[in-house]
Nanobody, 128 residues
Framework: QVQLVESGGGLVQAGGSLRLSCAASARTSRTYTTAWFRQSPGTARQVVAGISGRGGNTNYADSVKCRFTISSDNANKNTVYLQMNSLKPEDTAVYHC????????????????????WGQGTQVTVSS
């Protein structure tokens, strides 16, 4: 059983930055895929970014490419980060991290249903 805890959310003005952290209870970074998802009221959950456990391959939603960066802590393999720059009001959502011990080459719609481990979420609010 893997437990995930997110932190780092908050209120920021448009154009600002936040860094989210996802701390795992087990040594997940080497073998688990970790992904960030977000959901705002009335919308479907969408993938934001994912990182593989082996090799550190990363994937991003088109809407966040060149603004967000997902990474794992080389010293502490239990933590995955999401650095969010140039934030926009449309980035406002609850952000969740999720983990799975399977590898993913892509993150199609509905992929969130395949991830068994989830954090409680952290709110990100971007004001205009």
């Amino acid at each position: 059983q893997v437990q995930l805890v997110e932190s780092g959310g908050g209120l920021v003005q448009a154009g600002g930055s936040l860094r989210l952290s996802c701390a795992a209870s087990a040594r997940t970074s080497r073998t688990y895929t970790t992904a960030w998802f977000r959901q705002s009221p009335g919308t479907a959950r969408q993938v934001v970014a994912g990182i593989s456990g082996r090799g550190g391959n990363t994937n991003y939603a088109d809407s966040v490419k060149c603004r967000f960066t997902i990474s794992s802590d080389n010293a502490n393999k239990n933590t995955v980060y999401l650095q969010m720059n140039s934030l926009k009001p449309e980035d406002t959502a609850v952000y969740h991290c999720a983990a799975d011990n399977r590898a993913y080459s892509a993150y199609p719609p509905g992929v969130s249903n395949q991830f068994p481990y989830w954090g409680q979420g952290t709110q990100v609010t971007v004001s205009s």
